[in-house]
């Protein structure tokens, strides 16, 4: 019997199949990126323009900037299989001692900065050493420490607003970079950096798949791998020449990038990270095999403690002052973030990237309904009905696959 299957219709059908199989097996990845594209579209549509405005895009990267920088470090954290529930308290906190040395004890900015962060680490390995050492549930620890921070707040600010901070310590949060070429209605520096930015992360991006190539690694299709990094490399051009027709990069994008390319490089590249991974995934398997978990857990705890209070630091420039209840709620909207962004709730899964743009996810949810007048009850809802169907959706994948 003849086969009278073509070799081309072959080579054609294979990709198509691989593809789909690949979509499938990624969809947690490419699901996040699709609804922030589309909350977007959405929102900026519902918005009549408004939404992608440059003064909203700015006000959009100033307002989630604290979110974003306490996303990443509660990452690490339940990645590694625990959870913080005192980021929110410890942010106000730190937010609150850098008004009291500042305003009140008028000690340099700079000198109280360091110091703020400095506490942030130490209250982090506080945390973290009863839950790796002594093994006390990370839930009972943290949410111990964030009643402990929020009575200290309260103690430390005597139940007052403390401020205003000096000129120069709000520059953290609400400064830009200057345009050095000095042209005028568009900041060509700011337009350089994103420009530069972009394409930074195209050639780690293509550089990615060439080792993943030479090491036999499953590649991703080269459509998908095209349309993808052409899209991110678009939207950073465009979006900042949105904002460089504005006034620019805010200070605190700059730290936000660096983070995110510090702690990617992190996961992605060194031992420590991937070892945080594997006790996240199986920890009586890591330790097995020689990973000291206790003290990868301890670090992440260590290191979200140092996050936290950078976060506190940038609220406090933003808001030009310290108030007691200052970080209430936050951990909610930081810890929804990182369940959106794609991490497990069993932990080992979960990118940088993903925490990000789920932290922008939540970030534009709440810019945009705020724009079309939707009461603070209703938003708290959406939010709920956001994350649990995200939550709902990483079970379902795991009983698919």
């Known amino acids: 019997m003849t086969d ?7 080579h054609t059908a294979a990709p198509t199949k691989g593809s789909w199989s690949f979509l499938r097996g990624h969809l947690r990845q490419y699901g996040i990126l699709f609804a922030l594209v589309a909350i977007m579209a959405f929102f900026q549509v519902a918005t009549g323009g408004i939404l992608l405005k440059p003064v909203n895009l700015t006000n959009l990267v100033l307002q989630n900037s604290y979110i974003v920088i306490m996303a990443i470090g509660m990452l690490l954290v339940i990645v590694s299989g625990h959870i913080d529930l005192s980021v929110g308290s410890v942010m106000g906190f730190v937010g609150a001692l850098a008004a009291v040395m500042i305003v009140n ?6 000198i109280a900065a360091i110091a703020c962060l400095g506490v942030g680490v130490l209250i982090g390995m506080a945390q973290g050493f009863w839950v790796a050492y002594f093994r006390i549930p990370s839930f009972i620890v943290t949410l111990a420490g964030m009643l402990v921070f929020k009575g200290l707040t309260l103690w430390l600010l005597a139940g007052q607003s403390v401020g205003p901070f000096p000129r120069q310590f709000q520059l953290i949060s609400s400064g830009f970079i200057p345009d050095i070429f000095g042209a005028e209605g568009l900041n ?3 337009l350089l950096i994103g420009v530069v930015v972009a394409l930074g992360l ?7 798949r060439h080792h993943q190539h030479k090491a036999g690694i499953e590649e991703e299709p080269f459509a998908f791998f095209a349309v993808r990094n052409l899209l991110v490399v678009a939207a950073l051009v465009y979006l900042s020449w949105l904002m460089a027709g504005f006034r620019g990069l805010p200070n605190v994008f700059i730290v936000m990038a660096l983070l995110i390319a510090i702690y990617g490089f992190v996961t992605n590249r060194t031992t420590i990270g991937r070892r945080i991974y594997a006790i996240g ?5 890591a330790m097995l095999s020689g990973i000291n978990a206790k003290r990868l857990v301890f670090l992440t705890f260590a290191n979200m403690g140092m996050l936290s209070a950078l976060a506190g630091l940038v609220f406090a420039a933003r808001l030009n002052t310290a108030t007691p209840k200052a970080g209430i709620g936050f951990e909610l909207d930081v ?7 794609g991490a497990s709730m069993s932990g080992g899964v979960g990118t940088v990237v993903g925490a990000v743009v789920g932290a922008f996810i939540m970030g534009v949810m709440n810019n945009g309904m705020s724009i079309l007048g939707i009461g603070i009850d209703w938003q708290q809802v959406i939010k709920g009905l956001v994350l649990l169907a995200a939550v709902i959706f ?3 994948n795991k009983k698919k696959g």
């Open 105 to 110: 004890w008028h000690v340099p900015y700079l």
């Open 202 to 208: 195209l050639a780690m991006a293509v550089r990615t």
């Open 4 to 10: 009278t299957t073509s070799p081309a219709a072959t």
């Open 335 to 341: 810890i929804a973030a990182v369940f959106i962004g």
């Open 188 to 190: 060509l520096f700011s």
């Open 281 to 285: 995934g199986n920890e009586k398997a």
């Open 394 to 396: 990483d079970v379902m």
